[in-house]
């Protein structure tokens, strides 16, 4: 089976504009989460999507949004980037997100704001 | 509110020394708890898990035992390689929550031959 896969892998941004992520989980996989990590705040929990609902979210300002499509993809967006938006954004899929299971992780994005 | 702790790195070893790093976890419930590992460049791999108490998760020579009494996680290896040196994440998810992990700190393992 492919792994989660995230694209692009490299982005380049000045404050101020916008960015679009996507990710694609394993196949069957109906649960999608978002996490950020940098360096000063570690790995952080953005949201998770479930059949294309939100289910839970973490304490990210309203300019962090995302979305789930009915093929289980995710996008998720950053509006108005401010240079602490820097980060390398990792998403994790499984099948239901219940307690026990394992959420498997892709490559990331890095991105950069400038 | 939840949260994991972790020992502070970096640990540095070297290769045949045995590794201990400590993980400790406030929680509500009964979570489940996970080491993640990344190495340079990548994305995080599940190393091992536990789900219930007195469980131990192991893999590719690394363990761990879910300890409720002392709320901790604390990843072993008797014997670590060069291959090993990467960030290790100590991680739990509770429930109704089971999309949402909390990490740790993440310690970086660096092992010299």
Known sequence: KAGVTQT???????RGQQVTLSCSPISGHRSVSW??????????????????T??????FPGRFSGRQFSNSRSEMNVSTLELGDSALYLCAS?????LQETQYFGPGTRLLVL | ?????????PVTLSEEAFLTINCTYTATGY???FWYVQYPGEGLQLLLKATKADDKGS?????????????????????????????YFCALSIYNQGG???????????VKP
């Open chain 1, 8 to 14: 692009p892998r490299y982005l380049i941004k000045t």
């Open chain 1, 35 to 52: 996490y950020q990590q940098t360096p000063g705040q570690g790995l952080q929990f953005l949201f998770e999507y479930f059949s294309e």
């Open chain 1, 54 to 59: 939100q289910r839970n979210k973490g304490n």
């Open chain 1, 94 to 98: 499984s099948l239901r997100a219940v």
């Open chain 2, 1 to 9: 509110g939840n949260s994991v702790t972790q020992m502070e790195g």
């Open chain 2, 31 to 33: 979570p489940s708890l």
């Open chain 2, 59 to 87: 893999n590719k020579g690394f363990e761990a035992t879910y300890r409720k009494e002392t709320t901790s996680f604390h990843l072993e290896k008797g014997s670590v390689q060069v291959s090993d040196s990467a960030v």
């Open chain 2, 100 to 110: 949402k992990l909390i990490f740790g700190q993440g310690t970086e393992l660096s």
